[in-house]
């Protein structure tokens, strides 16, 4: 909460990518070495700012892909008519400055103690400040169960595919391929909407504790559904990205 | 234009606030609704930056730079903090 957060002035920096990593085809992972980075929560964001040479800024918020305690990393999905997003993941290079202010946000975020059953679920890249939530559950040690389930429209869209095909012990992942499936697919094949979170949520008893992130239509329709089916409102965290949008 | 949440404005908010709020409880002063920031409507690009209750789709927040000084408005919030 407001008053808890600690006090600290946000100030852009200038952050070195280190590495580039290719996570699907419109998908890169970027490494960064921060001078002055005071540490994160699993589920923060950031910002990130660009000025063209007429002075023109355009700023953007992504989640946080590592676990506190990593390096930092962002995970970015190019969109086509994106002022900023095509120019992280087409011409940014391992070495190139990137100016930067975070860590953000105090809502969208887990710590062990918060507990679980842990629901997480996640439409395209809304899987990035998951990830962080998965990789430091581990890194912590917490056996708090965990279901993933990962909404993607192809297996060739699923993000950390390598990542999530060794979950961790106590962490199902579970994949849903909204447009199309490779032959022999025996996962999901439809969006997720009520039925389908009947098969796969904690059931309400358990006092699970749900993070929903992804495409605004998804998170609404997940976040009801969740409701509606005795989740309390405030035990579902949500956070929804525009068509446009970063985080 | 689709709306993002009120995580989206995190940093903005650390601008004008001085400390973290997307977790700081809001009522809506027309309808009575009441979540955290973070679950809020948020238009970026509005110009400025717009708040609205997601249940009576009430302005709740304006955020505007002019000549880079930020003018805020609040008066759609019965609640903050």
Partial sequence: MAGTALRRRLIWQVAKVSAVTTETASVRTLTLDVPDWPGHQAGQHLDIRLTDEDGYVAERSYSIASAPGEPVAITVERLEDGEVSPYLTDELRAGDDLELRG?????????????????????????????????????????VPVRLL?????????IYR?????????????????RHQPPGWAGYARRVDAALLGEVAWPAAEMPLAYVCGPTSFVEAVSQALVQSGYPPERVKTERFGATGGT | MEAVDGNAIGGLLVEVFGTEMTGAATVCGNCGDARPVAGLAVYLRAPG???????????????????DRMCVDLLGLAVLG
């Fill in chain 1, 150 to 158: 990962y909404s993607s429209r192809t297996l060739d869209d699923v």
């Fill in chain 1, 162 to 178: 390598a990542e999530l095909d060794q979950p961790a012990r106590g962490v199902e992942v579970i994949h849903a391929l909204t």
């Fill in chain 1, 103 to 143: 860590p953000i946000g105090g809502y969208f975020t887990w710590e062990p103690e918060d507990g679980g059953p842990l629901l997480l679920l996640a439409g395209g890249s809304g899987v990035v400040p998951l990830r962080s939530i998965l990789r430091y559950r581990e890194r912590t040690g917490s056996a």
């Fill in chain 2, 49 to 67: 930056t717009i708040v609205r209750c997601r249940t009576c789709d009430s302005v709740l927040m304006a955020f505007v730079t002019v000549r």
